[in-house]
């Protein structure tokens, strides 16, 4: 089981491997949103497809702030 990314184009999203459901916010290239999932996974050692919804936008924004 496994967080992967849905594209290499535009926008993407994140999904879960095994369901297949996406979760968490769009960013706007596949490497934001690699780097979010590692920045999820160091800063607050969690899986981010436990996080919810709402907390998972705030950090997604802290994380973009930071990686202007």
Known sequence: ???RITSDDHKVAMYD???GLAF????DSAT????FVDYV???YE?????IEPGTLAG???QY???NK
């Open 32 to 35: 934001e949103a690699s780097g």
């Open 64 to 66: 973009l702030e930071l």
């Open 17 to 19: 491997s095994v369901t």
């Open 46 to 50: 969690e899986d981010a497809r436990k």
């Open 1 to 3: 089981m496994s967080i």
């Open 41 to 43: 996974n160091e800063k």
């Open 59 to 61: 950090m997604a924004e």
């Open 24 to 27: 968490g916010p769009v960013f």
